[in-house]
């Protein structure tokens, strides 16, 4: 097998390989390298609100029809919920089984410093009426320069409502969004021949900050995480995959570049722009795609609720919290509210369990020291997760819609999915 090195895909893997071997050999060394991941990631940041901003107007103005804007956002929201419900459910169900933390020894537990977590857990609104509040930004140029998703995809829902309403006079302003969307997209292709550097530096930090012990260390939870998330993408994701007439595998394989991107950098939205174009590639409508995967981000974040549910049953378990079934129902319903909106950027899952256990004092929150030294591993997996099922979610809505193109659809599960593709 020709194994072609000018391949994204190809760079990236040895990038991953490079950034293991200099963090096993030199990990003084490889722990200072994180400063590659966050350059690449802050440079990802830069363009994802105007991407977002762009292509949900784009989605929703070429659309012209506002009742479709609602049908489609309709099917979307209900979608996440059920999806991530099974995902929060199928993780309870896991840590009931393998139970963990049980044994844990709690007092012989390095601790950490967790201040930077609750303080932020505290600071975020998590209430509903808070929560609902803090969907309508206070000034839309302050949301684009923060970078705070909801916000900006509220207010670009309603201005791509404005620009369909105007019909044929909007067509002109649509068109502009579109150039200057393709602008953005030019700079991530400029801003992705940075990843496999990226994901070096990436994987050198974590294996020379925390050692290779630190993957046996909690195991269990790591090994049960990732399981999880594998049986939730292959039955769940599957199961969707398969009634809408697609195979998940070759799906998974169509965006194995976007996959490997997210392993690198532990981060979803790293991928975010290119996963844009590859789903139209893929053969979903632009409306479809610019409508359902901004929004995905914050309402569909699969692997963050398995992570959640499960993180949050093992500190109960390790510290010998006896949690019944109608706290962990208390648990899922608190959970289906705080996973939602939080960003795909590595450590805002902490953020968000230490918020949950917050508004649920049954768990000591301090017990999410336990994980700071394997949170790293695991923020990998979640993120690959909510970036399959955001990539799931777009073509079944797109199918729904009749908004899928079976020619695309046959060109990509034909093409040639080996390294040297």
Not at 26 to 35: E, N
Not at 328 to 348: C, D, E, N, P, R
Request: proline fraction near 3%; aromatic fraction near 10%.
């Amino acid at each position: 097998m020709k194994i072609h090195f000018k391949n994204l895909t190809v760079q990236v893997i040895c990038g991953i390989i490079l950034g293991i071997i200099i963090g096993f050999l030199f990990p003084t060394f490889g722990a200072q390298l994180k400063f590659l991941a966050d350059i690449f990631i802050k440079l990802i940041k830069m363009v994802i609100a105007p991407i977002i901003f762009l292509t949900v107007v784009i989605g929703i103005g070429s659309m012209g029809d506002l009742k479709k804007v609602g049908r489609i956002g309709g099917k979307a929201l209900i979608y996440f919920e059920i999806i991530t419900t099974f995902a929060l459910a199928i993780g309870l169900i896991v840590v009931n089984v393998i139970k963990p933390g049980s044994g844990f020894n709690t007092s012989a537990a390095k601790g950490g410093d967790i201040s930077q977590y609750t303080t932020a857990a505290k600071e975020s609104s998590h209430g509903v009426i808070d929560f609902i509040l803090g969907i309508i930004p206070d000034n839309f140029f302050a949301a684009m320069a923060n970078g705070d998703l909801l916000p900006i995809l509220f207010f670009s829902v309603l201005f791509g409502m404005a620009l369909a309403s105007f019909g044929e006079k909007g067509k002109p302003l649509v068109r502009l969004f579109e150039q200057i969307a393709d602008v953005f997209f030019k700079i991530v292709n400029m801003i992705m021949k940075f990843s496999p550097i990226a994901a070096s530096g990436a994987m050198a930090f974590t294996i020379g900050n925390f050692g290779l012990g630190s993957l046996v260390s909690l195991g269990k939870l790591m090994g049960g995480v990732y399981l999880t998330m594998f049986l939730f993408i292959v039955f769940v994701l599957g199961a969707v995959a398969k009634f809408y007439g697609f195979n998940i595998l070759k799906f998974i394989a169509y965006i194995k570049e976007e996959i490997l991107l997210v392993l690198g950098t532990s981060s979803s939205e790293s991928a975010l722009p290119k996963m844009m174009e590859r789903l139209e590639k893929y053969g979903c409508s632009k409306s479809v795609v610019g409508l359902v995967v901004p929004t995905g981000y914050s309402f569909n974040l699969d692997g963050t609720s398995i992570y959640l549910s499960m993180a949050a049953m093992f500190i109960a378990q390790a510290y010998n919290v006896d949690i019944t079934i109608w706290h962990q129902i208390t648990l899922m319903g608190i959970l289906m509210l705080t996973s939602k909106g939080a960003a795909g950027v590595t450590g805002s899952g902490f953020v968000t369990l230490a918020a949950t256990l917050s508004a649920f004092p049954v768990i000591p929150v301090e017990g999410i020291a336990l994980l700071l030294g394997v949170d790293r591993f695991m923020s990998e997996a979640r993120a690959i997760t909510n970036l399959i099922g955001n990539g799931v979610a777009t073509v079944v809505v797109s199918k729904m819609e009749n908004e899928f193109h079976p020619a695309a659809e046959g060109s990509a599960d034909k093409q040639d999915v080996s390294i040297s593709a």
